[in-house]
């Protein structure tokens, strides 16, 4: 990272909660570990940086300083500030060690590293134009509130204890017929894990139908939290482009059938587009003969405007070779951290128990009032209150890159989904621009992040909009646009 990159990388990331000087350590320290700043690169003068992020210089003397002591930095007289070699393969406790390789690079495992290779998790999670972020705000807290109360005046000793493997059997009851008539999904209650969100859900999929050195696929692009978990687990994972009708299985295999793949059929992550009929019937059928699993990711499909959500893969499978995910963290809100796994019969057992042994779930409460907000119908209601809600803000920030430039910036993305990908020309560095916008206030993603090779990679920006209340999508598209324009200028 050369300086400039650097402090663009710094903005992109420094907060306004906590002290600015750990911030800025901790952010330092992240991108050596990381990789990002290579042992002997030059750091810029504490005066630039200062400069550049609009903080004190004693902030970034500060920061500086802790990592000179920790041996993260070295000093050479007369020269300026440099990254330092670490010792990777030190063991801990020889007098030698610094804070640094006791903390961090040399206790991490290669695949402890390998999450990090693409991680993406941004410490500001709502506002303008924030993707994949549903508006929490209009969750039915009071609805929530009362049938919470009433689970817990009738709370039993069982409910707070740690879950059953798979979770409460009443949830799974209620998820079973809410997915048979809302998404098509073919399955008994005995086939639904209740899992942490999709994260989860994918972690546990690939533990146990995968070993270490396995063939695993992604879509080229995708979501970068789920190749961050699958990449963590000592797989060999391979990103496969997408097309206007969804991943393709390739003409001819480069080494071996993948043992899993993770693919959106639904509403392509984040592309946008719907997998055709004909490639989910060749999928299924190419699965079926190399005994690939595929692991469905159906995130945000409810959200479709103007015409009915499109049925899911594991449907049409008949429940043979997919599992199907699901999650609320767009439906109701990220935090409650819920999902479920929709698993074929023959692992719905091995399945549950194995919930119960790798993560000894519970918050049974909590899944009690989710089974009767399920059961009482409020699910479906809120889901469509906000597709509306939804659809009425997309067609505002619509409106808006029309009237800022026209034509000239394509819009990719199905009618659906809680974000869209302006298109930019080809060449121009979205990454820079996802920085810059990050200063003037306005928070987006880059589209080539979600690229695993550079070389291939779109160029574009995710915008969210689910987040932002209508009248504050004008303005801050407006801000968007200023600093879109000096970059295409
Ligand atoms: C493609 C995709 N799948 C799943 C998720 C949700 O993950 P979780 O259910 O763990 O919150 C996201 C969140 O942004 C996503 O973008």
Redesign the pocket.
Known sequence: MNPTNLADWLLQRLHGDGAMNRQLHDLLLQAVLQGQLVAGSKLPSSRWLAQELGVARNTVIDAYDNLLAQGCLLTRAGSGTYVAELDRDAPQGTGRSVATKAQAAPTLSKRGQALFAHAGVAARQWGAFM??VPDVTEFPVRTWLRLHNRRWHEARPERLSYAPGGGLPELREALAEHLRVARSVQCTAEQIIIT??????VDLAARLLTDPGDTVWLEEP??W??RSTLQSLSLRVQAQPVDAEGLRWPAKLKGAAPRLLLA?PSHQ??LGMVMSLARRQQLLEHCRQHGSWIVE?D??SEFRFGTRPIACLQGLDGGDRVLY?G????TLF?GL?L?YLVVPKVLAAPFAKASAELYREGQLQQQATLADFIREGHLGNHVRRMRVVYGKRRECLLAAVQSSFGDQLPVLGDNAGLHLVLQLPEGTDDRRIEANAAAAGIAVRALSNYYSEQSRAGTGLLLGYACVPESQIAPAFRTLAGVLRKELS
């Open positions: 993707p994949g942490s969100g999709s994260h989860q859900a995708c979501y939290g789920l959106t992550y984040p990711d995130y945000d995910v999650s609320f963290s767009k990220p951290r999902g």
